[in-house]
Structures are given as C-alpha cells and as structure tokens.
C-alpha cells in the first residue's frame, strides 16, 4: 500500500494538470457569453428545461435543473433575448452584447394556461437533441401526479415502478432492480446527499415528499463519468429551494398518512441583478397504517401481522409505520450563486407474524453551493454532506441482524460552456465506516467492521458536430479505493445522431466500478434486511479458485436505442441493453463454521429490450411500457462441487406497464388516473422435504436423543428452479380541486389499489405451509389543502 500511494499522488497530478492547461485554453477565448437564470415569477423557483435563445438567430440553450442557461461565443451586437416553455408566457428582454466578457442577464416567467400544441419548440425539445440521455428517464412532480394516487397521495416509489427497465417485487417490502442490478448497485442522492434506503417497508411510498421535488434524474446505464461508485445505475433528486416570495404550504391527511410543508422567504427574491434573497422549506409526513388497517381493512385474511385487540381476538393488520422529516435553507446573490443547508431523518418500522421486528433509521445533512464568477467564463458547484443508516431484524429465535453505515462525501465540479458543447471535470472524496453483525444457522456470531476511503475525479467533453447532427460525449472516471488499495481508470462515451427533427439514435456504454455489497445475497426471495459493507480486504478466489485481481464489484455497460417523434405529443422510445457483471461479491449466508470463507464471488449477466411509448397532449397523459428482460448469475457450488447459472430472485422475464390520466370539466379541475402492471414470476428454489435440525454448538455435549429441534428444510438441488404465479394489479383514482380565495386550493381523491383483488403472492412461509400475499383491493380517500 507504502509503494501504491505515491503512484496514485502522480497519477491524480497529472490528472488535474491536464484539466488546468485544458481550462486555461478555454479561458484564452475572448468572446462574450450570454449567461444566467429563469426564474417562475410567482416563487421565484428555478424554471428547468426552458428554451433560451436570441431572436432571429440559431444560438439558444435549455436551462438545466437549476435555472441556469448560457450561450457562448455571441457575436457583438444588440438582440433580444427570448425564454419560453410549456405552461408560461413568453419573457422578452433587450440586451447589448460587448465584444468579449460576461453578459448576465435573469429572466422571469409568468404561468399562463397553455395548451401543449401552441409549441413546437420547447426545452424538452431542445433537450432531447443536445442531450445524449441513452438510458434516461427524467421525472417531474406533474408527472408523478398523474398516478393514481394510493392511499391519497402519489409517490416516487409508485412512479419509478413504470419505469423501463425497472422491476418492483412487490406492494409489500418491495424493492426495485433496475436493469438487472440489485438495490445497492444503485446510487440515490438527494440535494448531494447519499440516501442509503429510499423505500420504505410498505413498497407503495419513498422517503422523498413529492411536492418537494424539482426533478428526477433516473439514469439505468450507461451513465457519464459524473456518477461514480455503483456499478449499475443512479437515481438523483433536486429539491426545491422554497417560495421566494410569499409564505405558503400545504397540510394533507388520507387513510395512509399525513402529512405537513411549510416554505417562505427569509429575505424576497427581487429582480434586481445585485439583491440578496433567502427561502427556507420544511415538511413532515408521519404514516398510521398500522393502526388505521384495523378499522378501515377489517376484511384483510392472511395478513402479515396480527394483533391482538381489546377484546383479546387476534386482528390482521398491515404492520408498516414511517415518519420522514426534511429541512432545507436556501441562500442567493443575484448573479445566480447560491448556497443550500438541508437536512433529513427517517425512520421505518414493521412487525410481521408477531415474531419479526424489522426497523431501520436514517439521517444526514449537507450543502450544496453553486459559484457563478462575474466575469469568469467557469461555473463552480460543489457539495457536502454526512449520512448514516442503521437497520435491525429481530426475527423468532431472538438472534439480531444488524448494520449501521456512516460517513462523509464531498466534491467540487467546474464547468465552461462552448458554442458547440461543453466541459465539466471535478474531483470527489468520501470516507465510510461500516459495521455487521449476524448469526450462522448453527449460531455462531459474525461481526464484521470496516472503514474506507475512496477518491475519484472526472472528466467529461461533450461536443456537437455537423450543426447538432452528431454529439459525442466522451469521459473518463478515475477512483482510488483506499482501504483495499485499489486504483481503477473508467471510460464511459455517449453519442446520438439526430436523423432528422423528429428520430434520433443514440447509444452508450463504460466500465463501473464500486466497493459496497449487500449483507443480503442475491439468491434471498424475500428479505426485508438490507444492510451494506465495504469491500473485504482479504485475499477472494474467482468461480474457477484463481485469485481475484481486486476485490470490486465490477460492470460493463452497453446501450444502444432510438427515439422517434411519430405525431405531435406522441413519441417512442426504444432500448436495448447488456450489463456484464464481471465480479459480485456476496455475503456466504451458507456459511457453517469460522473457516468457511465470509464471501463468495460470482458473476453475471443482465439484458433485454426496453419499449416506451408516450403520449402527453391536451388534457391526456397516457405512458405505455413493455418490458423483456434477462438476468442470471454464475457461482461455484462448493455442496455439487460444480460451477452452476441460476436466475437471480428479480429476474423477470415480461414485464408491461400502462399509466393513463385524463383531465376534463370547467377548469380541468377533475383528473382521473389508472394504472395497470403485468409481471412475469420470479423465481424461487423448491422444497424437496424437512428435517429436524438440531442444536450442535455445544460440540459432544450436546444430547440429540432428547433435544426438541426445529423443522428445517431441504431444498432442491436447482437453485431459483421454479417460478411464481404472473403478477398484475389494476390502481384508479379520481381528484377534484377547488380555488380557496386568492391562493389557496382545496383537493380532495378517492383511490381503489388492486381494484379487481388480485391475489398476487407475497412470499410462502415453507414451515407454517402458509401463502401470505400482496396487498388485498385497498380504498382510500384523502384531502390535502395549500396556500
């Protein structure tokens, strides 16, 4: 490690002295920029996707999540400078454009009701072609409101199961795989903060408040080099800053939960270019499931808990309760720099069968700044944060599982705008501790601790060719994993060539690398506990007993798929896609004595086709989604002595979803949704019969002739050899609003989940021989008033 140190100090030199000389080339151009930022009149939020351009010319941009727009290398002269997107009016604005420098220039927008076809020009236009966005799926809270709202209030964790490429298993401590990588190959950040656990135990809601949101950036592979450290996809969440100008928020109560947000300003935003303006936000949503089951699902048979009421008869309940609390306060100059403070805590808890307890807790803090220099053709943004998770499962035999994981990560990026592209490179460092506790089936305990270090810089280059024909987006990550040690270089390249306005073909791959794995194996049908470590920095031996050249979990991705605009408001959106997993690294959950080894390495493959079509015109939303998807994993079966391929528990074969939501009435104040998912069976092992297992860790003193031992199971020799049952479910929904005075809104839903009572399967307890299935048909009903 003495002698890897240094290499590492010269290579990371060299890495950002050839950032330097490209940034100080860049700074050598003396043209005038047009820069800054769109803001919503009313709030004075950030307008993202917007379409920035000067009239009577071809030089515009989109703005991004934050507002920002900037268009380079504007020749002198006088124009006028034009921003508009769906849903505002247009904004006009005369400026005069000097020979070299910095023209800055914030522009504000009205809402106005538009009809979608009064465009054809808009951000989202805009975007699809100067963006790569192979592998893409970008989420807005008007999209996720448009699903029938469970429980009286839509979700994330409801939307992203719509998604292509994403298989949910199921209402009840469902996870989601994304392209055939497990839930901890998948990267979650909020404002730069890493969220560790999105999902709550009941599946249907995540820790994310969806009037909170900005935007959703879900990327399933083939991602730049911006993201780093999971090997198989990546989920970032801005949040919005809060009103800038007037108090307001919103109260909510459904048969599910409740919940609160309060925002405002500190100090008014006003459009003065110098003025300084503060906003702060706060919510709270607090769940009651497991008390208001009782009384309003009286008719749940084989539920997943019981409880026992006044009465002394025993209650099947839904035994998930939640609390999500979340804080953010917002700082900003004039010229666009800002600064973020936020902060979150949640917590999760479930009783099943009376015997489980299973809860976990989280929080963290962070800021978020982004540096916007007057005359400085660079922008700079950066990010800071601390996160911990701790999670434990007490099940029957009083035998805990436990794991807590904690740290820092914090980076810098910069970025410089071109006429035909850009560039951003940066530099991130982060630091965790992990902790592991659990008991053998033979009861001898496991503590594993461990704490890292990890390093990385990017650098990315996007370029447009031929006019916007042609993008290239080339990049490149490099790591440094300080506690194994290991050093590992990743090119990533994206392109799209837009064949005409309306059909586009893209395409992108890169090698990923990371150094958490699950304390849950992949072969686990149903396992709530999701704990994480580090990377073992033992010696680990491939399927085939030679020596692992490091001790990563590693991927290589590839993308390849078209876009087509086939009629105004109507779109497809095709994919196919291979995930190499080269190294999965898995806790040995078979493991009987001390000398067994604590990990196994595997390999795997996940691949498949990926069909969206869209719709979203007037007063329709309809999202169409088929899904055909392979995964597999290869590992050595030391009991066979064999080298065996089995579908991992997630592998799906067909999976369809239709989401549709239509507005109608005086005002558009009634919308309807319904949504409908169709999934092939996973897969699980079958049992072949019982045994009675018996306690030996007493070694020869134990008595087997009188011990009383448990029933434990013989599995068949084909590991996930059987499938379940096709899952599908019907969710609909029905919302009215009224007007409250000037500002307020009154809205109230009424929602039915599962409305034809699909018994879809839960899991099948093999000791009680007992089916315990999803969620049964659920009404619920539910108010929310803002102002």
Not at 31 to 41: I, L, N
Not at 70 to 91: F, M
Not at 143 to 171: C, H, M, R, W
């Amino acid at each position: 490690m003495r002698n890897s140190i240094p290499f590492i100090a010269i290579t990371m030199k060299r890495f950002l002295l050839m950032l330097l000389c490209a940034c100080c080339s860049l700074a050598a151009m003396a043209q005038a920029d047009v820069r800054g930022f769109v803001y919503d009149q009313a709030s004075g939020e950030p307008v993202m996707f917007a379409n920035v351009f000067l009239e009577g010319t071809t030089m515009g941009a989109s703005t991004d999540v934050e507002g920002l727009y900037s268009i380079a290398q504007v020749p002198t002269g006088e124009y006028t400078l034009v921003a508009t997107t769906v849903g505002y009016d247009t904004a006009k604005v005369a400026i005069m454009v000097p020979k070299s420098g910095i023209v800055s220039q914030k522009m504000f927008l009205n809402k106005q009701d538009v009809m979608l076809n009064a465009f054809d020009v808009t951000g989202t236009k805009t975007e699809q072609v100067t963006q790569v966005r192979t592998g893409a799926v970008k989420i807005t809270p008007k999209q996720i409101n448009k699903l029938p709202a469970i429980g009286g209030e839509p979700d994330l964790a409801q939307y992203l199961q719509v998604l292509p490429g994403v298989v949910f298993t199921g209402d009840q401590g469902g996870q989601l795989y994304i392209r055939g990588g497990s839930p901890i190959q998948t990267k979650v950040l909020m404002d730069g903060m890493t969220i560790y656990n999105p999902f709550h135990s009941v599946g249907l809601f995540s820790v994310f408040e969806t009037d909170l949101i900005r935007n959703v950036d879900v990327l399933t592979g083939g991602f730049n080099a911006e993201y780093g450290g999971r090997i198989s996809a990546a989920i970032d969440v801005t949040t919005r800053d809060g009103n800038k100008k007037k108090m307001a928020g919103k109260v909510g109560a459904n048969t599910f939960l409740a919940k609160a947000i309060l925002e405002g300003p500190i100090v008014k935003l006003k459009e003065d270019e110098n003025s300084l303006s503060a906003s702060y936000v706060f919510t709270a949503k607090t769940s009651y499931l497991n008390q208001s089951s009782k009384f309003l699902y009286p008719y749940i048979e084989n539920g997943v808990a019981t409880e026992t009421d006044e009465n002394g008869n025993l209650v099947e309940v839904l035994p998930y309760s939640f609390t999500d609390l979340y804080g953010k306060l917002s700082f900003n100059l004039g010229n666009g720099s800002k600064i973020n403070f936020s902060g979150y805590r949640n917590t999760d808890f479930a009783k099943f069968q009376g015997q489980s307890e299973y809860a976990w807790d989280a929080w963290g803090m962070g800021t978020k700044f982004v540096m916007v220099p007057g005359q400085s053709k660079m922008i700079i943004d950066g990010f800071f944060s601390y996160s911990t998770y701790n999670i434990e499962l007490t099940e029957a035999d009083a035998k805990p599982r436990y794991s807590e994981i904690g740290g820092f990560n914090g980076g810098v990026n910069f970025s410089y705008f071109l006429p035909s592209g850009d560039v951003k490179y940066g530099i991130e460092l982060s630091g965790f501790g992990t902790k592991f506790e659990f008991f053998t089936p033979l009861g001898f305990k496991t503590d594993e601790n461990q704490n890292t270090t990890e390093i990385g810089g990017f650098f990315k280059y996007k370029v447009e060719v031929a006019d916007q024909k042609f993008l290239f987006e080339p990049s490149v990550r490099i790591n440094y994993y300080a506690s194994l040690p290991q050093f590992t270089f990743e090119p990533r390249l994206g392109m799209k060539y837009n064949v005409s306005p309306s059909f586009r073909i893209k395409a992108s791959g890169g090698q990923y690398t990371q150094n958490f794995i699950s304390t849950k194996s992949d072969r686990d049908v149903v396992n709530l506990f999701t704990g994480f470590l580090s990377a073992p920095e033992g010696q680990l031996y491939t399927i085939e007993g030679d020596r692992t050249s490091n001790n990563l979990q590693t991927a290589t991705h590839a993308i390849f798929g078209i876009e087509y605009d086939i009629t105004r408001g109507l779109s497809l959106n095709a994919e196919t896609y291979f995930k190499r997993f080269g190294q999965l690294i898995n806790v040995n959950r078979q493991k009987l004595f001390p000398d067994d080894p604590d990990y196994i390495v595997e390999q795997g493959d996940a691949y498949g086709v990926d069909l969206l079509l869209k719709y979203d015109r007037k007063n329709w939303f309809v999202w169409g989604v088929y899904s055909l998807s392979y995964a597999n994993r290869t590992q050595f079966n030391d009991r066979l002595n064999i080298v065996e391929t089995y579908p991992p528990h997630f592998d799906r074969r067909h999976n369809m979803n239709f989401l549709g939501s239509y507005k109608f009435g005086k005002g558009n104040t009634w919308e309807t949704s319904i949504r409908w998912n169709m999934g092939s069976g996973f897969p699980f092992t079958k049992t072949q019969g019982f045994y009675e297992q018996l306690d030996f860790t007493d070694g020869i003193d134990v008595d087997y002739v009188t011990q009383n031992g448990n029933l434990g199971v013989i599995y068949s020799d084909e590991l996930n050899g059987g499938r379940l049952p096709y899952y599908h479910r019907m969710d609909f929904s029905m919302k009215k609003t009224w007007g409250v005075g000037a500002f307020g809104k009154l809205e109230a839903s009424a929602s039915l989940t599962n409305v034809y009572n699909r018994e879809n399967i839960f899991y099948f307890d093999r000791i009680r021989y007992d089916r315990v299935n999803q969620l049964p048909i659920l009404p619920s009903f539910g108010v929310n008033f803002s102002f």
